[in-house]
């Protein structure tokens, strides 16, 4: 069958970095996805990873490993506003996006 | 990023009544649309793929015939909830996919229904 895994919580302090895990098995795969979802709020795009290493977008990175089913969002100097849920998504070989069921990110002061 | 909008952003109904969303893409001509539905604290929960001309493909549990599909045109995909209950008293998110590679969804704001 097809899965996501990815941790139910984390917490992190402000100004700190986070690193939040995401393994997948597909049947077939053609990239993964990281969302943030804010309460209340739609799914909103962060990173597209479809081969091998880090993609580093401002304050966020995302890593893939293909050989590991393996990908992580790393979000550094923490705001604030970066507590959300974090979504983690693969697409497979018919690029249907299989979901994680999310990590809820808490950031204390 | 691309634009998808839904109407209503919220809704409040009586048991019974039947409620329709809609869900557009803005900028780009959409062959393929998702409805999901996410009630508090939970994950997003697909409901059913809309393809433009031909009819929706539902998701395990999730009636057909309560929930009603229309894929009328590549801008527009409707979710019409039948009969509601307060059961599905939930925030309804539609996502436009890109016609070609990498595939990325776009989200609507999402619609929260409450049915009384």
């Known amino acids: 069958g097809q899965n996501i895994d990815q941790p139910t919580e984390m917490t992190a302090t402000e100004g700190a970095i986070v690193q939040i895990n995401c393994t997948y098995q597909?049947?077939?795969?053609?990239?993964l996805f990281w969302y943030q979802q804010h309460a209340g709020e739609a799914p909103t795009f962060l990173s597209y990873n479809v081969l091998d290493g880090l993609e580093e977008k401002g304050r966020f990175s995302s890593f893939l490993s293909r050989s590991k089913g393996y990908s992580y969002l790393l979000l550094k100097e923490l705001q604030m506003k970066d507590s959300a849920s974090y979504l983690c998504?693969?697409?497979?070989?018919?690029?249907?996006?299989?979901w994680g069921a999310g990590t809820k990110l808490i950031i204390k002061p | 990023g691309a634009v998808v909008s839904q109407h209503p952003s919220w809704v409040i109904c009586k048991s019974g009544t039947s409620v329709k969303i809609e869900c557009r893409s803005l900028?780009?001509?959409?062959?393929?649309m998702f409805w999901y539905r996410q009630f508090p604290k939970q994950s997003l929960m697909l409901m059913a793929t809309s393809n433009e001309g031909s009819k929706a493909t539902y998701e395990q549990g999730v009636e057909k015939d309560k929930f009603l599909i229309n894929h009328a045109s590549l801008t527009l995909s409707t979710l019409t909830v039948t009969s509601a209950h307060p059961e599905d008293s939930s925030f309804y998110i539609c996502s436009a996919r890109e016609p070609s590679e990498p595939y990325e969804q776009y989200f609507g704001p999402g619609t929260r229904l409450t049915v009384t």
């Open positions: 998504a693969a697409l497979d070989s018919n690029y249907q996006l299989i």
């Open positions: 900028d780009f001509q959409a062959t393929t």
């Open positions: 597909t049947s077939g795969f053609n990239g």
